[in-house]
């Protein structure tokens, strides 16, 4: 076990040192320099040519990139060429905007995925199984960001129960921390509650037509802990998928973040797109990767641990 | 006394009402952490920094122009005013020496008085090339700054040339002698407290969030500002700049979505009003040197065939101001006569295009900016593609983000391309820049005509405004006889605000002007 853990942790690096060095060519290969937003429209060929020979930007490709991996390694993230802030600042500074709503988010589609796919699958065919089969339909075919601008009319413009955007720390208290993430959240949320709701259903469904519950049923368990250990023999799918979605919603955050007006990662990386700052592009996207390849490692650790015919394979 | 709920259902109610009377007011969420008054004011675009010598972006100039005064300033009507100067300069009789006498009632944000040292220094430095200053290139034309008196300060210029004046007002401030070598340029960049003169003081930024000013108690201009705290908040959505306005986050926006601003400035408790600029011009750069814009007649009846009044009333909703040569409608330089011929008129522009080399049709790639500043030329680029279809002009739209697209204009690599550009609203500017050689965007029309250099160099030594009414008219004629650029019309600045703020008044140099707004 230790050693399948070991040779996934390893395997991890080697996919994030992969994903830096594609970035890091995708960064550089594309046309424009960063020069040309320091230094604007006037800037002459001989400015940007200084410019990119003081900021190592006309150096080969592969000694930028060692240096600039040689240095993540120690914890730098450099300065930006733009704005002339340090890079892990400006990324230690936002990361707890874009976690605090990703792990809200992630929390509700959790809590409401999973508790609809159980009730739905307890009842199959079910006015409650019917319902939620519809309202699945409905929550993967809303756009996020569209849910989020209908969400500041009706519950900021019209009803001025929340605030249309902004981000408030939880050290200014836990209500106004709740009321700036409770609609950043809920948009992110609502796709991967439908698709967790779905996948436990059917999950859940397929393990409850099984003979072993069938013959647990014969032998006298209640029907609360039958749905139980069915429900345990169910949820590795549900982790993986939900894995995958706590991955996928540091992506999809980059467009919540732009609508809610939201001081995170996502707001920074994009300016980051647009103003050619490649450290902090570099060092966002390395981080997004991070966590995907991470909660993805996560998934099978937790799936190994529930599933006793995983940890025989190991 | 409390009771508590024993009823199931009755205690979730309670407890579901408990949490939302919580969460309630959502008001509370921007209360400002500062007494006193505050104004609170919107950009859509993210700046990169304060220092008004390497600003780039027109919305974003508010801050530099909040911390760092100048000698002259426009005013919100485009007019020419002294600043920290007394008066206008006085000019020699040769063009080439400017004289300004100082106020002396004017004090940095850190105490220490203004004077001619000062005003040397901010100019030496940003002369320097080594000190790598964006805006250099535009008073490279000044050769020497010399100290008179401790308020006399005087320029010499290398030969006559006006308009360095009007870009004192965009692109350069006054801060103390020694300071840059003090504090270092990133200092002036994002936190550049107590190096200016101006009404705010810098006070904090907040990244991808916020940048705030305290009201400098000391500012010369008595009485100003009307607030204690300024703040330039930065939202790039428009659905959600408006929503911040009408739920009273905000008190003011600029750039407001142009299909909607006639309608919110009408909705009660919100305000708001246009004004068209002097210096931003919808522009297409037409490659002179690249086919099909290599032949005047193809040139001419792209731009006969474009019918700018309707762009402007139904594209973008009257906030963009028709106008077919590089000249504003509504500036005292504007060629009429020249803006008719190369206007709408679409017999017209058949008949060029059959006089041609192109008769039989042509295919041309329109560049255009996925980001929009100030309006989105996607949609000008799509009226124009079907209307030049209407003659048998075939369009190809290509988006690129502005960094690669004024690249592509630069290094004259396009055969068109459409974006919006500013200028300080000097009538020679956008004609300088793009259709004389040598300057940034020569290559992005590839034009070079003698004729039109020699009569702007005359205009750059003139003073007189009806002198240079028809230097510029002539200019203008010209542009109208070889089509070297297309124009679409310039734009208007607009803003909406909160009808409990004062004393509003649109920009007319689009830099919204937050000093006199009473809250």
Request: charged share 20%; proline share 6%.
């Amino acid at each position: 076990m230790l050693r399948l853990i070991a040779g996934r942790i390893v395997s991890s690096i080697g996919t994030l040192l992969f994903v830096g060095l594609a970035l890091f060519a995708l960064t550089r290969s594309g046309p424009g320099s960063p020069a040309r937003i320091v230094l604007g429209a006037d800037a002459t060929a001989e400015q940007i040519a200084q410019f990119e020979q003081a900021h190592g930007l006309d150096r080969p490709f592969l000694p930028q990139y060692a240096a600039w991996l040689g240095d993540v390694m120690r914890g730098d993230f450099g300065k930006s060429f733009v704005t002339g802030r340090d890079v892990a600042t400006d990324i230690v500074n936002a990361l707890p905007v874009t976690l605090s709503i990703v792990l809200f988010a992630f929390a509700i589609a959790l809590v409401c995925g999973i508790g609809i796919g159980v009730f739905a699958a307890l009842r199959p065919g079910g006015v409650f199984d019917r319902v939620s089969r519809f309202a699945a339909v409905l929550g993967l075919s809303i756009p996020a960001f569209w849910l989020g601008i209908v969400l500041i009319r009706f519950l900021a413009v019209d009803l001025r129960l929340l605030p249309p955007g902004g981000y408030a720390p939880l050290s200014a208290g836990l209500s106004l921390h709740l009321q700036s993430i409770m609609m950043p959240s809920l948009s992110l949320a609502v796709y991967y509650i439908a698709v967790l709701a779905r996948m436990t259903q059917a999950s859940l469904q397929e393990t409850l037509r099984g003979d072993y519950v069938r013959t647990a049923r014969a032998m006298g368990l209640s029907s609360r802990q039958v749905v139980f250990y069915a429900l345990v023999n169910a949820l590795p799918p549900v982790i993986n998928l939900a894995a995958l979605s706590f991955g996928y919603m540091f992506g999809w955050a980059l467009i919540i973040e732009q609508v809610f007006n939201i001081p995170g990662l996502s707001r920074a990386l994009l300016n980051a797109i647009s103003q050619r700052d490649f450290l902090l592009l570099q060092g966002i996207v390395f981080l997004f990767t991070a966590i995907f390849v991470f909660a993805n490692l996560g998934a099978d650790l937790i799936n190994r641990v529930l599933d006793p015919r995983q940890r025989a394979t190991a | 006394m409390l009771t508590v709920p024993t009823n199931r259902r009755a205690f979730l109610a309670a407890a579901a009402g408990g949490a939302l009377g919580g969460i309630l007011p959502a008001s509370l969420l921007h209360a400002q952490p500062t007494s006193g008054k505050t104004l609170t004011i919107v950009l859509p675009s993210n700046p990169i920094t304060i220092d008004p010598i390497n600003q780039l972006n027109h919305d974003a100039m508010v801050l530099g122009q909040t911390v760092f005064e100048n000698l002259v300033e426009y005013d919100v009507d485009g007019v020419l005013k002294p600043q920290l100067a007394k008066a206008l300069p006085t000019i020699s009789a040769d063009k080439k020496t400017y004289t300004f006498e100082l106020r002396d009632d004017v004090t940095f944000h850190n105490g220490k008085k203004m004077t001619a040292e000062d005003v040397k220094y901010s100019f030496d430095y940003l002369l320097d090339p080594a000190n790598k200053a964006a805006r250099r290139s535009l008073f490279t034309r000044i050769t020497k700054v010399t100290v008179l008196g401790p308020l006399q300060v005087q320029f010499e210029l290398s030969e006559p040339y006006g308009p360095w004046l009007y870009f004192l007002t965009k692109y350069m401030g006054i801060y103390p002698a020694g300071s840059r070598k003090e504090h270092g340029d990133d200092y002036f960049k994002s936190r550049p407290a107590g190096v200016g003169t101006g009404f705010g003081v810098f006070e904090e930024w907040k990244p991808n969030d916020y940048i705030s000013f305290r009201k400098n108690p000391n500012y010369w201009r008595k009485g100003l500002p009307h607030w204690d705290r300024l703040v330039v908040k930065m939202i790039p959505e428009d659905a959600t700049r408006v929503a911040y306005l009408l739920t009273g986050q905000v008190d003011l926006i600029s750039a407001p979505p142009p299909r909607e601003f006639n309608r919110l400035k009408t909705m009660p408790g919100i305000t708001g009003a246009s004004r068209p600029t002097l210096g931003g011009a919808l522009l297409m750069y037409t490659n002179n040197l690249k086919a099909p814009f290599d032949d005047v007649n193809f040139r001419k009846a792209v731009s006969a065939a474009i019918d700018r009044k309707t762009i402007g009333e139904k594209v973008y909703y009257g906030l963009l101001e028709p106008s077919a040569v590089p000249a504003p409608s509504r500036g005292w330089w504007f060629n009429a006569e020249a803006d008719k011929e190369l206007g709408f008129d679409l017999d017209k522009a058949k008949g060029l295009l059959a006089k041609s080399k192109y008769a039989t049709g042509a295919e041309f790639d329109l560049s255009i900016q996925a980001e929009p500043y100030l309006l989105d030329t996607k949609d000008a680029a799509i009226f124009v593609q079907a209307q030049l279809a209407k003659i048998g002009i075939k369009v190809n739209l290509k988006v690129y983000e502005f960094s690669v697209l004024i690249q592509q204009a630069i290094r004259g690599e396009h055969q068109a391309a459409l974006q919006v550009f500013m200028s300080p609203g000097e009538p020679s500017y956008i004609m300088q820049v793009c259709l004389t050689p040598e300057q940034v965007l020569s290559k992005s029309t590839g034009y070079n005509n003698p004729e039109f250099n020699q009569t702007l160099a005359a205009a750059f030594a003139e003073t007189e405004e009806t002198k240079l009414k028809e230097s510029y008219g002539k200019l203008q004629a010209l542009a109208a006889r070889d089509a070297p650029i297309g124009v679409l019309g310039y734009v208007h600045a607009s803003n909406l605000w909160r009808q409990t703020l004062q004393d509003v008044k649109v920009n007319q140099g689009l830099t919204i002007a937050p000093g006199e707004i009473k809250v």
